[in-house]
Each structure stands twice: as structure tokens, then as C-alpha cells.
């Protein structure tokens, strides 16, 4: 098993940056993990935002953040980050990390592949 907890969230202003922090714990060090962020705004489906490899090496990104987010691994620390910048109301949503154990990137933007989640943290843009 795999606890994944979610943090950095809060109310910002547009324009503004945000750092979110997904902590790993568990089952961390036996099996390698490519770690991707979702976002789901209220009313609203799943959306992925970005995802990085096992070796930090490789990463992939979606949707409206796309340009404008960036993800990056500390093995180290058990943490993936997610950068976003230039903020827009719009961007308000839930968003949550996941883990997937494969091997594999394919259909590496479907919620499905992802095993373990967090329970996500609240970003607000106020206008």
C-alpha cells in the first residue's frame, strides 16, 4: 500500500504561483512509481494535468495547464511537486496526485491506471 497526502493548496490571487507537494509513504521502496496530478474543478469530471516517469526523466503534459505547470520528483523525499504559474480562475479545482505501479506510459493521462490517490488539495484563484 501506498499513502499519498497532498498539500500547498490554499486562495491566491490571479497571475499568482502555487507550489503543490504530494508526499509518499508506505510500500515506497520496493516498487517504483510513475506519479501523475489530476484536477477536478465542483461539478466537473477528472482532468489530467501532468505526469512524471519512474526515473524523473520523462514527463507529460495536458489541458489548460499545460505551459503553465511543471512537475518534477525528489526520491529522496518521497515528494512530487507540482509548479503552477500564471494562475487563473479557472485553474480553481481540487487537485490530487496518484500513483501507477506499471511499467507502462500508455493511456498515461487515464485516472483509471492510477492505483493509489490522495485526497486531494484545494486550490481557489480568486479574480
Known amino acids: 500500500q501506498v499513502q499519498l497526502v497532498e498539500s500547498g493548496g490554499g486562495l491566491v490571487h490571479a497571475g499568482d504561483s502555487l507550489r503543490l507537494s504530494c508526499a509518499a509513504s508506505?510500500?515506497?521502496?520496493?516498487?517504483?512509481?510513475?506519479v501523475g496530478w489530476f484536477r477536478q474543478a465542483a461539478g466537473g469530471g477528472r482532468e489530467f494535468i501532468a505526469r512524471?516517469?519512474?526515473?524523473?526523466?520523462?514527463?507529460w503534459y495536458r489541458g489548460s495547464a499545460k505551459g503553465r505547470s511543471t512537475i518534477s520528483r525528489d526520491d529522496d523525499q518521497n515528494t512530487v511537486t507540482l509548479q503552477l504559474s500564471s494562475l487563473k480562475p479557472e485553474d480553481t479545482a481540487r487537485y490530487y496526485c496518484?500513483?501507477?505501479?506499471?511499467?507502462?506510459?500508455?493511456?498515461?493521462?487515464?485516472?483509471?491506471?492510477?492505483?493509489?490517490w490522495g485526497q486531494g488539495t484545494q486550490v481557489t484563484v480568486s479574480s
Open positions: 496518484a500513483a501507477d505501479p506499471r511499467a507502462s506510459n500508455t493511456d498515461y493521462d487515464l485516472q483509471e491506471n492510477y492505483q493509489y
Open positions: 508506505g510500500r515506497t521502496r520496493s516498487i517504483s512509481y510513475s
Open positions: 512524471i516517469d519512474r526515473s524523473g526523466s520523462t514527463t
